[in-house]
């Protein structure tokens, strides 16, 4: 393992988002800050997007810390399972927010529902309902989920929903048939990618966090060559990144020059290229499988009725050749 090697204390590149290592742009802080608002200020729908990899997940756990920072009293249901169907939906939610037994009836987990936010709101807490991955969510359960909303009182919103999803989600929700949730939507905020610089600044962060004592480990031309391959996405960066600890590792590097990020690019690249199956041109013809698998069988009875063990051994390892020839 190379933590003792390079002097760390954890993984600096894990795939995890765990909000300790989060690297704030002027742009995640924005959206950060404008989401701790809208809740507390009891805002209807909200909107999160951005390209896979971008921090939305990181972020939104950040978001949960700093609520509870801020006011202790947020009641959050995080949905992350969005292929479910409504009814699931709704009772996941419930046992989130521990309402005790939801019940049966799809009324009355609605009702259920009404009753935990309006106590909620009385003791002068919220509710927030976050779903990632929101953009599979189909266009009947967003318009369900909306419904959700008119749970109000005549003076206010009992229910914060923030919705968080790949761009398509914004796609999704400017659909005719969800024109009312958008006329709901009263935050719509975005996650960039990285620029070059950011992506340095954003590794050094992740560096410090797992204790490193040499933020320089990975050289200038190192970093900007991860920054082009990795086009500003964190979880590229990640990837890269631990490949090249492990690399260099293995080769004694103290310092992560250019030519190991490029080792560690091949590497990436081969485990995406190597075919699952043999290409089609390549595969093997019927008759030639039927071929082998006659030989490989026969090469088998042989083995069973063998008296010598040797010759057995010898005719099992060509059997397994034949068998390997015919699986491929
Ligand atoms: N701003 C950031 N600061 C620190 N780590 C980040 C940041 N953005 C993304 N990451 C890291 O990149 C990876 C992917 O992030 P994630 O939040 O899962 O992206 P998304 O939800 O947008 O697909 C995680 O390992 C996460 O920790
Ligand atoms: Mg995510």
Redesign the pocket.
């Known amino acids: 393992m190379y933590l003792t090697f390079y002097g760390l204390k954890e993984k600096p590149?894990?795939?995890?988002?765990?909000?300790k290592?989060?690297?704030?742009?002027p742009g995640?802080r924005e959206a950060l800050a404008q989401l701790v608002y809208s809740v507390q200020e009891n805002r209807g729908f909200l909107v999160l997007t951005?390209?896979?990899?971008?921090?939305?997940?990181?972020?939104?756990?950040a978001f949960l810390q700093r609520l509870n920072r801020v006011n202790g009293q947020t009641a959050v249901a995080y949905v992350f399972n969005t292929m479910l169907p409504f009814e699931d939906l709704l009772e996941y939610v419930l046992e989130e927010l521990g309402v005790p037994t939801p019940p049966s009836s799809p009324a009355q987990r609605l009702l259920a529902l009404r009753r935990f936010m309006l106590d909620r709101r009385r003791a002068g807490q919220n509710t927030v309902l976050i779903l990632?991955?929101a953009q599979n969510l189909d266009p009947a359960t967003l318009e369900r989920i909306r419904m959700l909303s008119n749970l109000e009182t005549p003076t206010e919103k009992l229910l914060q929903i923030l919705l968080?999803g790949?761009p398509e989600l914004r796609a999704k929700l400017n659909r005719p048939e969800l024109r009312q949730l958008q006329q709901r939507i009263e935050l719509q905020c975005g996650?960039a990618p990285?620029s070059r610089e950011q992506v340095r600044d954003?590794i050094e962060?992740?560096l410090r966090v797992a204790g490193a004592r040499d933020l320089g480990l990975f050289s200038d031309r190192a970093q900007d060559r991860i920054a082009a391959y990795s086009r500003g996405?964190?979880?590229r960066?990640?990837i890269l990144c631990d490949h090249c600890l492990v690399i260099g590792y293995a080769e004694h590097r103290r310092r992560i020059e250019v030519d190991t990020v490029d080792q560690a690019i091949a590497a990436l690249a081969g485990a995406a290229q190597r075919p699952a199956r043999r290409p089609a041109s390549l595969a093997r013809a019927t008759w030639e499988r039927w071929f082998l698998g006659a030989v490989a069988a026969a090469l088998i009875a042989g083995i069973a009725v063998s008296p010598l063990r040797t010759e057995a051994t010898q005719l099992l390892t060509f059997a397994r050749h034949v068998r390997d020839l015919f699986l491929r």
């Open positions: 590149f894990n795939a995890t988002p765990d909000p290592f989060l690297y704030l742009t995640h951005g390209e896979v990899g971008t921090g939305k997940t990181t972020l939104l756990h990632d991955e968080v790949q996650l990285l954003y962060t992740r996405i964190p979880r960066v990640n």
